[in-house]
């Protein structure tokens, strides 16, 4: 059994690792920090978790973390940086679910997030945490970057291809579409559903700041240089990504069987990862509140377009379910412990 904590315990992603860590057999969930809420029990505040979790919000300081195990961070970008350093030496292991250790080059991000990093030198040492690709270094590692929602989708909807060199890496086209809750829990109106509602609207489409963390993971798996357009969509909707990736045939001209079959073998052992049948397209309700991804492949006319459908529960798979993941892979747990929930349907 080992103790948790949660910095951030009041946002979507925090609820959401609440939810999942509150049924998990090897997890002790024993700090939860708000600073708006510090003394309140969780369960007033979330009552869905009455009767599983018996702990009361208190303030973010690493003196109240310290006795954790592993700490999550669900909290804006800027937050993990200020206390991550000062939990390792504590001998807390870090699972950051914000931006602040997903890239390498610290100047990167600063140019993205606007502000200098905190402590740049933990840049090396953070492991991305996308188990499909990196599972051995997430096992050794006590620094986790969870990756975003839209990196996660295009990034396991791409990496077959990108990893045998089937497609022109210098040619690939992310169109993805997000649910509102991928904005985080706050009262900014542009988020209101009375504003999303019976709309669709492109956004960030000159760049996006999670552009950059997935051409590092596309060109880790193409092991050169990749280029991506990509482009986000808000659709009115609560939870829910849907990547439709884009990319042109290399001259080796294989056959839409033939990277079905190299789909279905990529994806064999990975529990996580659901490879549907020739001519099915998935739907993001059959993934919702599962931590499952799932992939179809199309081959519009025959032609050399390669059309891959990817789809996530962002606050899952995108977030809270993959970051449970990433600590299972960490603490020597079963990869799939706490984590069997099967999708909600309608």
């Known amino acids: 059994m080992i103790r948790a904590g949660i910095v951030g315990g009041t946002g979507y992603t925090g609820v959401e690792l609440l939810r999942i860590l509150a049924l998990h057999p090897e997890v002790e969930v024993a700090v939860v920090t708000s600073r708006t809420d510090a003394g309140t029990r969780v369960d007033v505040a979330y009552p869905s978790l009455r009767g599983v979790i018996d702990v009361v919000f208190s303030v973010p300081d690493v003196e109240e973390l310290v006795g954790c195990d592993v700490v999550f ?67 050794k590692a006590r620094l986790v970057a969870n990756p975003g929602c839209y990196p996660t989708s295009v990034q396991l909807g791409f990496l077959p291809l990108l990893e045998k060199s089937f497609v022109d890496v210098s040619h690939l086209i992310a169109d993805v579409k997000s649910g509102v809750s991928g904005a985080g ?5 542009a988020y209101l559903m009375s504003e999303t509602g019976e709309s669709f609207k492109a956004y960030a489409a000159s760049g996006h700041r999670h552009l950059p963390e997935i051409v590092q993971g596309l060109q880790a798996a193409a092991g050169n240089a990749v280029n991506l357009t990509f482009v986000p969509h808000l659709l009115p909707m609560i939870r829910g990504i849907h990547a439709t990736l884009y990319a042109q045939l290399s001259p080796n001209n294989a056959s839409l069987e033939e990277i079905q079959a190299l789909y279905e073998q990529r994806y064999a052992h990975e529990p996580f990862v659901d490879v549907l049948a020739l001519g099915l397209h998935p739907d993001t309700r059959n993934v919702k509140g599962s931590n499952r991804c799932q992939l179809a492949l ?39 412990q706490g984590l069997l929930t099967l999708a909600l349907y309608p």
């Open 298 to 336: 199309h081959q519009p006319q025959g032609g050399l377009t390669i059309v891959v459908l990817s789809v996530i529960d962002n606050l899952v798979k995108g977030a809270a379910g993959q970051a449970v993941q990433n600590m299972n892979l960490m603490f020597g747990f079963p990869e799939d």
């Open 185 to 189: 829990r706050k009262a900014e109106l």
């Open 73 to 139: 961070f669900a909290t804006p970008n800027g937050t993990a940086m200020q206390m991550t350093e000062a939990l390792l030496e504590q001998k807390a292991k870090v699972i950051d679910l914000s931006a602040d250790f997903r890239f390498k080059d610290a100047k990167e991000w600063s140019k993205w997030y606007g502000m200098e990093h905190a402590c740049p030198d933990l840049l090396a040492e953070a492991v991305y945490g996308l188990p499909e690709f990196n599972r051995e270094a997430v096992k």
